[in-house]
């Protein structure tokens, strides 16, 4: 049994810059949009206690709407993100870590499927 219970906080309220403007959440990925491909992944490990995934504060709502049915069926909660930098993304989605979390990783995603990179 893994000791390990691990918050994973996504941070998903950037405006996708570095990725020429376009939603990179609702890319496709094997038939799914992006964001939901990237909780699935993690959703797989033991050691994941909860997902939090941090939405663009101005369109939470829209977010939840789009999204909020599949996350919360793979457990992932989504809170309002931060308004200019990402560290205030990450503080928002860190009040929502439970107490009985042992780690918190904003880049697991790096261990999870790094062959496929």
């Given at each position: 049994?893994?000791?390990f ?34 909780v699935?992944?993690?959703t797989r ?7 939090i995934v ?25 809170v309002a ?6 560290w205030?993304?990450?503080r928002n ?12 990783q904003?880049?697991?995603?790096r ?6 990179l």
């Amino acid at each position: 049994m893994n000791a390990f219970r691990v918050a994973v906080i996504i941070p998903a309220a950037g405006r996708s810059s570095r990725f020429g403007g376009v939603d990179k959440l609702a890319q496709d990925v094997g038939g799914r949009p992006m964001i939901l491909r990237t909780v699935e992944l993690f959703t797989r490990r033991e050691d994941v206690a909860v997902i939090i995934v941090a939405a663009p504060p101005d369109e939470v709502d829209a977010f939840r709407d789009r999204y909020g049915n599949q996350l919360g069926f793979h457990g992932a909660k989504v809170v309002a993100g931060g308004t200019v930098e990402r560290w205030e993304t990450v503080r928002n989605a860190l009040a929502e870590v439970p107490a009985d979390c042992t780690h918190i990783q904003t880049q697991l995603w790096r261990r999870v499927d790094c062959p496929r990179l």
